[in-house]
């Protein structure tokens, strides 16, 4: 896997559900934590520390305030790309169903036209399948992520709103 | 964070790799290919799948044809084999992938996190929710209180499959809509002519001449889509006429050949007038009036001796020649005619009587059952009691569970819920005839004031759900809202909302649906429904066409997210709750319940699904089903032998009439108690001394009767009625999140005559503020002074509205419904100024009419000023007689 492919999987993760202990722990390396520190300050004392059980369910509220429930930041390309996003969810479905995609249990039930799924696929191309699958698909990032950088009141979806810019 | 780079996206990269990320697979034989899915995706007819099922976006369920491409729903078509809809289509059908698809679609098990109504939720899996939610209900059944378990239905059309869970359950509570819809006008249907017949067919393809008070079948109405294209070809291809009476130029008005405004409530007096007129024309089918009606035609005379059209123009407003001229040509048109009404003459005090007077016509003209006449179909439910002989028996095939004992009287009755009830309300039951208290199952299933809301079956009255729970009427332990929009959309919506915020009145909510809204926002957990696209369901309607036919909703796709079908939730939930539940919900899937659902069909399953609908085209169609010979098999254990019988004698069995004497021999008849058509119904002075309505208010009278709306007597002259509508686009509140539809009307003005408006010193634009006052008469809060509720909204002219008329259409307004039904938009939108890539783009910035962008806004709601108004005896809804009075703001 490319450096490049670990953090559009790593975003993946982040917008596919909720932070659970695995994804905390991976975040918790120090040596990934310090990056994410420099990239995001306010996840500092997020990643310095065990979670707590109201921890963990504050930021599932939020990841349903986000994402989930009356959105406020969907993640799905129908809520951008309104008229292409069927044939985005199409491309997916297709990929789903053809056998290319191999989903870990979580992304199992989301949306074909969902952020992570479609990261999920980005981050296994390369070269112009990559730059031509992002065209075709992710032109909705930016504003996604401009959406949940100011939509959101936890660290983590604010690091993931910085790092969706550069992927 | 201002420097994150390619540089620090590598690092972060190698740093997550070297701490273990696990990476997600993606196939590698497949990895080069990715270009080809540039160029997927685009609907192509010749790899696109085509699937036939059955709509579900409005009450008409049409068949359709569902292209499926690269595993997505693309297009919907109308399903040619569909012999209501003949292939034809409505816009609303493509709200169905608007709605699959719809980017703030629940697609997981929800649980409030915060308090109810505070907004906060988090997501849950479906065993935590089964698990918490048998739990609660499981102690209810054990304990023998399973009445407190409240189901409440918005739309569903599983065909008996949730009052089979509710019955395994234990529970008479399974509460609809059907009050806020349609009782008044299926009451009289059900007196005139049997339990079975609720809902006519005309013979619209055939007939010379329609009357319609205040029915609206080009734009909105159970089987509207099924009579406009018949009519219009009755129309354009026959010559037939199509006279409306209205309070507005609906689409249907505007596209009759004559059309006149009426008076709110007065569309009876016109129709009594036609009948007083045809009497004294002579123009009455005499034959067909002896053989079928129940009283003598002299009884009927004398009643409408003073209806006289000059009285009845006084009274609505049309005039006198038009009333007798169109009561002329009706009849010699006859039989090919027929009256088509709906909420438009019956959501009025004095609706019920309304609609008997405009059925008598029918009866008077002897159109009914006849070609191009008033028709009534074989029964929708295919049980076989009534229609044509030899239609497969199809039925629900899972054990059946029995009916919830009745709390009043019967063997095993529940007298332990039945003393829990107020007083009042036990002495009310006990002083009921047997027939009643047999049937009473508590105040939200057969509320004891109204009991001919449950008399003919359980139509109840759902907009007293909430204030009989708020008086105590009944102890709800947990509720389960499936599809319903009461905070939203039923009158006091705020009442609603009031109750259902209230832990100690509901203290457990659980919301089955498919979208966000007012009603799952005061929700404490919800659970994801799939839509009609997604789900299975045996279908079946009355046919239009006149000859039986049979559907079948099939997913085109797998539930989106993790949304499961209605069936599916209550199966598992069976299962969860155990204690002998799960023996009634023994399919392990859908396919294999609806497969033996449909197995007595003369086609194979995959017949079936391939074509999506099942007729025997060939068959005669339902023209005087009542004249039918009794079959031998119907006969069999019967009173009958061949000439004992007197002519008129009913022929019973186990002591139920089946048949009637008729011509010497035995024919099937209308299936009332009496095998005829009853005009005259001593059921409604029963009902009405049974609950002390006096016997001389209208409603109370066994033969109908014009009697004035109360609150309109004397209106005086700064004071309006207020009225509402439906949009074509719209299915009541629950189209809110269909974003094309809610493009074409997405706000609601107060539509009035310039006269109106000139008189009121406004012109268009202006906003006027429109205060309601309760209504007068035998009903809920009766008389209370004051402004019962207001809002504020826009004026819009319309010529052709009666001038002491203002209404809004209900659909919009939404206050809790996401960004398409709040009409919200983003501050990052172009007149924000901080962005210009989304505009009218996508769904976050392409609400081009929110007020932020300088639109006109989503529109007012309006539902919570306008009074809970039961009609006496039957409880439905008096939508349209609202006083009201209007200020320039």
Same mark, same amino acid.
């Given at each position: 896997m490319t450096p490049e492919a670990a953090v559009a999987q790593l975003a993946a993760s982040l917008l596919a559900h909720e932070i659970d202990a695995s994804l905390l722990a991976s975040l918790q390396q120090p040596e990934t934590a310090a990056i994410l520190r420099q990239i995001e300050p306010s996840v500092a004392p997020l990643l310095e520390k065990e979670w707590t059980p109201q921890e963990f369910e504050d930021a599932a509220v939020e990841f349903c305030r986000l994402f989930i429930l009356n959105p406020v930041a969907p993640a799905r390309a129908a809520a951008y790309e309104e008229k292409d996003s069927l044939e985005v969810a199409g491309r997916i479905q297709f990929m789903l169903d053809s056998g290319f995609l191999e989903l870990p249990e979580r992304f199992k039930t989301l949306a074909p036209d969902h952020v992570a799924l479609l990261l999920l696929v980005y981050s296994s191309l390369e070269g112009d399948d990559s730059i031509q699958f992002k065209s075709d698909n992710l032109g909705w990032l930016p504003d996604f992520s401009e959406l949940l950088e100011e939509k959101s009141r936890h660290g983590l979806y604010l690091l993931a709103a910085k790092i969706l810019k550069v992927v | 964070m201002s420097d994150l780079t390619r540089r620090s996206i590598l690092k972060l990269g190698s740093a997550l790799i070297a701490g273990g990320l696990s990476p997600l697979r993606v196939s590698a034989q497949n990895a080069t290919s990715g270009k080809t899915f540039g160029v997927l995706g685009r609907l192509d007819y010749s790899k696109a799948k085509a699937t036939p099922t059955i709509c579900f976006a409005c009450t008409n369920h049409c068949g359709v044809i569902g292209w499926v491409q690269d595993g997505v729903v693309r297009k919907i078509d109308g399903n040619p084999l569909d012999p209501n809809t003949e292939g034809n289509l409505c816009s609303k059908a493509q709200g169905m992938i608007s709605y699959t698809y719809y980017p703030e679609r629940i697609l997981y098990p929800l649980r409030r996190v915060g308090k109810r109504g505070e907004g906060k939720w988090k997501r849950i899996t479906w065993d935590e929710a089964y698990t918490e939610l048998a739990d609660k209900m499981r102690p209810l059944r054990e304990n023998g209180t399973p009445e407190e378990f409240v189901f409440h239905y918005g739309r569903d059309k599983t065909k008996g499959y949730t009052k089979h869970f509710t019955n395994a359950f234990g529970t008479p509570h399974r509460l609809n809509r059907r009050s806020i819809c349609s009782s008044n006008r299926r009451a009289p249907l059900m007196s005139f002519y049997?339990? /079975?017949? /609720?809902w006519e067919t005309q013979d619209l393809a055939n007939t010379k001449y329609v009357i319609n008070w205040g029915g609206n079948p080009f734009e909105a109405y159970q089987g509207g889509l099924f009579m406009a294209h018949r009519l219009q070809s009755a129309r354009v291809d026959h010559g037939a006429k199509l006279v409306t009476f209205e309070v507005r130029p609906s689409a249907t008005a505007s596209k009759s050949d004559e059309f006149y405004t009426v008076m709110p409530g007065t569309d009876g007096a016109v129709a009594f007038a036609m009948i007083h007129t045809i009497l004294k024309e002579g123009l009455e089918n005499k034959e067909f009036w002896n053989r079928w009606a129940n009283i003598p035609l002299d009884d009927v005379r004398e009643s409408v001796k003073d209806y006289t059209p000059e009285w009845a123009e006084k009274v609505s407003g049309v005039p006198a020649a038009d009333i007798k001229r169109i009561a002329i040509e009706f009849a010699k048109a006859a039989p090919a005619c027929c009256t088509m009404s709906n909420r438009g003459s019956a959501k009025h005090y004095n609706g019920m009587q309304a609609d008997r007077a405009i059925r008598t016509l029918d009866v008077l003209v002897g159109n009914v059952g006849k070609p191009g006449g008033y028709c009534l179909s074989s029964l929708r439910g295919w049980s076989g009691k009534y229609g044509q002989e030899g239609l497969p028996n199809l039925k629900m095939p899972e054990p059946k569970a029995s009916d919830p004992k009745p709390w009043g009287m019967g063997e095993g009755f529940n007298e332990t819920a039945f003393k829990k009830l107020p007083k009042e309300v036990q002495d009310r039951v006990n002083n009921f005839p047997d027939k009643w208290r047999k049937k009473y199952f508590g105040e939200l299933a057969t509320p004891s004031e109204y009991p001919l809301a449950w008399h003919w079956y359980q139509m109840r009255v759902g907009q007293l759900v909430y204030p009989y729970i708020k008086e105590g009427r009944q102890k709800v332990s947990v509720y389960m809202s499936f599809t319903l929009g009461a905070a939203f959309g039923y009158p006091e919506a705020n009442a609603a909302r009031e109750v259902l915020l209230d832990e100690k009145l509901i203290p457990f909510h659980v919301a089955v649906d498919i979208g966000y809204g007012e009603q799952t926002a005061l929700a404490d957990m919800i659970l994801p429904e799939a839509t009609s696209l997604e789900r299975w369901d045996y279908h079946s309607t009355n046919n239009y066409g006149l000859v039986p036919y049979t559907g079948l909703r099939q997913p085109l796709i797998a539930p989106q997210g993790e949304s499961k079908s209605i069936q599916v939730i209550l199966r598992e939930l069976a299962h969860k709750i155990g204690g002998g539940m799960e023996k009634h919900f023994t399919y392990k899937d859908d396919e294999s319940l609806y497969k033996d659902w449909y197995? /007595?069909?003369? *086609?194979?399953w995959e017949e079936f699904k391939r074509r999506g609908i099942w007729q025997e085209k060939d068959r005669p169609k339902d023209y005087e089903l009542y004249e039918r010979p009794l079959t031998e098999a119907e006969l069999a254990g019967t009173n009958f032998e061949a000439g004992k019988l007197a002519e008129g004698a009913l022929v019973e069995k186990d002591g139920k009439a089946v048949g009637i004497i008729k011509d010497g021999k035995p024919v099937r008849g209308f299936p009332t108690p009496n095998r005829v058509i009853n005009v005259y119904d001593e059921i409604f002075p029963e009902a009405a001394k049974a609950v002390g309505l006096p016997l001389t208010d209208g409603n109370a009278s066994p033969l109908a009767v014009w009697h004035e709306v109360p609150e309109h007597v004397d209106l005086p002259e700064d004071r309006f009625i207020f009225s509402t509508f439906k949009w074509n686009v719209h299915t009541q509140g629950r189209s809110g999140h269909w974003k094309y539809a809610a493009e074409i009307i997405h706000t609601n003005p107060v539509f009035m005559h310039p006269d109106t408006g000139k008189a009121l010193g406004v012109t268009e634009g202006d906003e006027v503020e429109v205060s309601v006052y309760r209504p007068t008469g035998f009903t809920y809060r009766s008389g209370e002074k004051g402004v019962m509720g207001s809002f504020k909204n826009h004026v819009r002219f319309l010529k052709g509205m009666h001038p002491r008329v203002v209404m809004c259409s209900h659909h919009v307004g939404h206050f809790e419904h996401g960004i398409v039904g709040e009409s919200k938009t983003t501050e990052t939108s172009p007149a924000e100024g901080k962005s210009d890539k989304l505009a009218d783009k996508g769904l976050k910035d392409g609400v081009w009419w929110a007020r932020k962008r300088g639109g006109i806004g989503g529109g007012v709601h309006i539902n919570d000023a306008l009074p809970i108004n039961p009609a006496p005896l *039957?409880?439905?809804?008096?939508?349209?007689?609202n006083v009201c009075s209007i200020e320039k703001v």
């Open positions: - | 049997g339990r /079975e017949f /609720e197995k /007595e069909l003369p *086609i194979s *039957i409880g439905g809804q008096n939508w349209y007689d």
